[in-house]
């Protein structure tokens, strides 16, 4: 089954689960499109964003989670690159991965 990444509830990071939530006024009282808590194992969302927004900041956050969990280093301006350079790709080539999962 496909699941858009604007509508998924939950998702796997460096093969752990992890909870997708869309809360209302993160952007207002978080300055914060998203958050990644790892002792939670939560992405939030503002529920507010567009699609666009939103799929970028789940990009974004997993990206956050995956510099953490890969021991990455990165600071924060390559997190931001990496999450818009993958979050443009993704988007505009619709690629789907996981040869089976598609039905
Ligand atoms: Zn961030």
């Not at 194992?41 to 789940?58: K, Q, S």
Request: proline fraction near 2%.
């Amino acid at each position: 089954m496909l699941i858009r990444a604007s509508e998924a509830t939950e998702v796997s990071i460096a093969g752990l689960p992890h909870r997708v939530e869309r809360v209302p006024d993160l952007v207002r009282d978080r300055d914060a499109l998203g958050e990644f808590c790892l002792v939670k194992g939560l992405i939030r969302l503002d529920e507010g964003l567009t699609v666009d927004l939103g799929e970028a900041a789940f990009v974004h956050e997993v990206t956050e989670a995956l510099n953490v969990y890969l021991g990455l280093g990165l600071n924060h301006r390559q997190i931001v690159a990496l999450s818009k350079g993958w979050h443009q790709v993704l988007r505009d080539n619709g690629l789907i991965f996981g040869a089976g999962r598609g039905g």
